[in-house]
């Protein structure tokens, strides 16, 4: 292979994207560069200035230019960091978040139509031929904490959450089918009815597959959300990845008016729990039960959201 190889690759592979064609609605009306960073701001829940410049690689004069605009559009609020105050944390606000969502969406239809154009045979040797680039230019390195991604569900991960629920829990406790039953109508009744304004699901995404889940539904309480079926995948565990998505639904719940966040596990869910603990969550009540094939100890937590703090 040599330099002229890469180069050639690379110029048709912006082509095939369009990276270079600002003409497009891609990313109208922000440049590829901006774009980026609102899909951080949008996917980081905690991110700051120095974050941003060291994960884009950006000058950081360039970067301060993009944040300025940025706020004068309203779509970003700058404040000291609650770890280190001179630090700025940049966070989004409703109408950044939209046009991040927007940005998004256009993407994921980019990469749809690109998709449909390959034959269903060859899909997974493009995977393959994806993850192999990635590999070996990636020097084999260690997942980090920043290369996961929280999104929102596409086609298929719905499905995807009922299948590595029911096929984790049985590797790891011995659960039978009754999990997996409870948990496809958990995810039928979000499927089929829920208020995108009130409800919602967060995949974690780590190098292009999903690696953890959870969701934020209506209780039957007033002013009450429940937070269900949270999961991390073994390997992708260390990475902070359930904080982050129970980070994602307290911030959700408050941020749309809910009182209280609820939830109900089991006593054998040990990481969890100590999860729920450290953001706040009280244990209320405890009850034996015999479920899904096995003995266990049913456990009521509740966080206050008035009194919980990021």
Known sequence: MTVQDIRSFNRFY????????????????YTLTESRVLYELAHSPR????????????????LSRILNKFEQDGLVERAPSEQDPRRR?????????DAADLLDERARETVRALLASVAPDDRQRLAEAM???????????VPRREDVVLR????????????????????????????EGLVARIVADFA????????????????????????????DAPGTARLRLLLVEPDARGLRIGDRLVEAVIGF?????????????????????RIYQRHGFVLVSEKPHRSFGVDLLGQDWRLDLHGASD
Do not use: K
């Not at 991110?47 to 360039?62: H, K, N, Q």
């Not at 966070?91 to 950044?96: D, E, I, N, P």
């Not at 966040?261 to 006593?267: E, F, G, S, Y």
């Open 14 to 29: 912006t082509n095939v994207i369009g990276a270079l064609d600002y003409g497009r609605h891609l990313y109208a009306p």
């Open 47 to 62: 991110t700051d200035a120095v974050d941003l410049r060291t994960e884009l690689s950006l000058d950081s004069g360039y």
């Open 89 to 97: 944390r940049i966070t989004l606000t409703a109408r950044g978040r």
């Open 131 to 141: 993850r192999t680039v990635r590999t070996i230019l990636g020097d084999d390195r």
């Open 152 to 179: 929102e569900p596409g086609p298929g991960d719905l499905g995807w959450i009922v299948q590595r629920n029911a096929a984790r829990y049985a590797a790891e406790f011995g659960w039978n089918t009754d999990y």
């Open 192 to 219: 089929e009815d829920h208020d995108p304004h009130l409800e919602r699901v967060w995949i974690a995404e780590l190098d292009g597959r999903p690696v953890g889940c959870v969701m934020c539904v209506r209780d």
């Open 253 to 273: 719940a408050r941020g749309v008016g809910y009182r209280e966040l609820v939830l109900w596990t089991n006593d054998v869910l040990a990481a969890a729990r």
